[in-house]
């Protein structure tokens, strides 16, 4: 992908973004299409990537549920979410009318229940009638539903022969997350789905990997000869991995509190974090060279141990100068809930580039800002040279890959401080994308569309992965159910969460960087005064 800097407005760069080729005839049916998932985020990009002309002539957007509208109440609530949406600065200053037209006219709603073989018969009808339109046969197949339905509506697919690939045409299924709730059912889900299609049908999809700043940690690491020389455990003292929220459950308490954090954030978001940051070089960007690599790094993973955890949940606190009540009054949680909003773990790598290099990552709700970044910690220069100076301490040489909001990134070290003594300061060196790159108004789901369209799931995970990142979380899963935490809600809302993820470092005698959002380098200059103060 290549970011042209001449692209004269947001739908141009956005374009440029992309291989410049529209993606190829295909009918999408978007399953829950009057869910939340699809009002904020797929129809979003799909109207991005309209803007950015990625999309084929001959397109059509069958949406399916199961209450009873027509198509114009359908579009309706969509025109209107999506107005609102473009004046909130989320695409563009408004509604490109031409664009959401253009889509519009592509787009049309089927009532149906998801179990009802029925429903299945009259799609398939209305997909003959629209195939044999655009003449294509390929078909998109989004299921933006719970996960409950996954597996049954996979089965129904097939049931009605619109699983079937010919050579007139492909069928690919989207799968949101979350991919199963341990690993026993995530093994099971791949069972079912993979009896109806091939692996290479099936789309699991992470939203992360649509970040910008994370598809260019692979290329931080492997198109500069500068890191990854260093990027072994020679070097390495740890690295620290933080995706830290300031909004708490707000309308998702039914489905959370019988999530949790662990389970909706640990396996998929923070795993592809980690797999981009410690998995090996892969021979090329090839879809299955790079989910080898991080299958294999997953599989090295330890089994997470119950001392090498915390879980949290929140009370009531101030967040952004906001009064916000504890986690167990929001909708639909219950009142003596046990679910964790808060997870810090400590894992290890079993292979030779991390063995006994900690990764610790930590992620919760109600933080004391939003943030998602990858510090990576490299080890002490020796002293002995400063013994005779005023330095007692030299600072640490922190990497830190910001994610979001702020994407950039920053290299902390070591400078003289001038004067005639030899005392130590420590500075950074900071990129920020927004000094370089013109930003790009996009959901994060467009890349993931399109390559789903074109046919690439080098962003998506194989049934191995998914599996693999389960499988050193279950004895901790099994843990927490069978002891309930006794000490919730164990943080304040607006905290950077409860102390015993700070003992879980002070233990190994190290501390988290502190939970910011924008970085001013103010993170680098107190703690360098407090290191280089003179004997
Ligand atoms: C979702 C989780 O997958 O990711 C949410 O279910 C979480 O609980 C969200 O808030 C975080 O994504 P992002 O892109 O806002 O950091």
């Known amino acids: 992908m290549t970011i042209v800097a001449s692209a004269s407005d947001s739908a141009s760069k956005l374009a440029a973004c992309f291989s410049k080729h529209r993606a190829p ?12 998932l699809t009002k904020r985020l797929v129809v979003p990009a799909l109207y991005n990537l309209t803007r950015a002309g990625m999309l ?34 989320g695409s563009g200053a408004k509604l490109d009318e031409q664009a959401w037209s253009w889509l519009t006219q592509r787009m049309q709603y089927l009532q149906g229940e998801f179990g009802e073989a029925e429903t299945f018969q009259r799609l398939k009808a209305l997909m003959a009638e629209q195939s044999a339109r655009i003449h294509t046969e390929n078909a998109l197949f989004y299921l933006a539903v719970a996960d409950r339905f996954f597996g049954p509506l996979v089965e129904k697919l097939g049931g009605a022969g619109l699983a079937n690939q010919t050579d007139r045409g492909w069928r690919r299924v989207v799968v949101e997350k979350p991919f199963g709730h341990d690993f026993a059912s995530a093994k099971a889900l791949n069972a079912q789905i993979l009896k109806v299609l091939s692996e ?10 649509g970040k910008e700043t994370v598809q260019n940690i692979m290329v931080l690491r492997f198109a500069n000869g500068i890191f990854e020389p260093l990027w072994t455990r020679d070097h390495i003292d740890h690295v620290q991995i933080t995706a830290a929220e300031t909004v708490g459950v707000e309308r998702r308490g039914g489905f959370y509190d019988r999530t949790g954090a ?28 790079v989910r080898a690599k991080k299958t294999e790094l997953f599989q090295a993973i330890h089994t997470i141990a119950p001392n090498d955890a915390v879980r949290g949940q929140y009370g009531s606190g101030i967040v952004l100068g906001q009064q916000v009540q504890d986690y167990r009054h929001a909708p639909n ?6 679910t964790e909003t808060y997870v810090a773990l400590r894992i290890g790598i079993d292979n030779w580039r991390w063995a006994g290099v900690p990764i610790y990552i930590r992620t919760g ?7 998602t970044e990858i510090a990576v910690h490299f080890r002490q220069a020796p002293y002995a040279l400063f013994r005779d100076t005023p330095v007692d301490q030299l600072p640490a040489n922190i990497l830190t890959l910001r994610i979001q909001p702020d994407e950039g990134l920053s290299i902390s070290f070591s400078a ?49 992965t998914v599996e693999a990142a389960w499988r050193p979380l279950q004895g901790l899963l099994d843990a927490w159910a069978s002891q309930p935490p006794k000490d919730f809600p164990n943080y304040a809302a607006g905290s950077a969460g409860p102390p ?9 005698r190290r501390a988290w960087l502190p939970i910011q959002g924008i970085h001013t380098h103010s993170a680098i200059r107190p703690s360098a005064e407090r290191r280089s103060t003179s004997r």
Request: glycine content about 8%.
């Open 56 to 89: 084929p002539e001959e397109f059509v957007i069958i949406g399916v549920d199961h209450g009873s509208r027509t198509t114009e109440i359908w579009l309706q609530g969509l025109s209107e979410m999506l107005r609102a949406f473009a004046q909130s600065g």
């Open 333 to 338: 949680v219950a009142p003596d809930s046990g």
């Open 416 to 464: 003289k401080r001038p004067g005639p003594e030899i005392e130590i300061d420590g500075v950074a060196m900071d990129f920020a994308y927004r000094d370089y790159f013109e930003p790009i108004v996009a959901v994060g789901y467009e890349t993931l569309i399109y390559d789903c369209l074109l046919g690439d799931p080098t962003l998506f995970q194989r049934a191995d």
């Open 25 to 36: 005839p295909a009918v999408m049916v978007i399953f829950g299409a009057a869910g939340d």
């Open 200 to 209: 290479n049908q099936v789309y699991r999809i992470d939203h992360f990997l």
């Open 365 to 371: 709700k109600c933080l004391t800002a939003r943030t």
């Open 500 to 508: 015993a993820a700070d003992a879980l470092l002070a233990r190994d």
């Open 262 to 289: 662990l389970r909706d954030m640990v396996p998929n978001h923070l795993f592809q974090l980690l797999a981009m940051i410690a998995m090996e070089p892969p021979v090329s960007f090839d879809a299955d060279a």
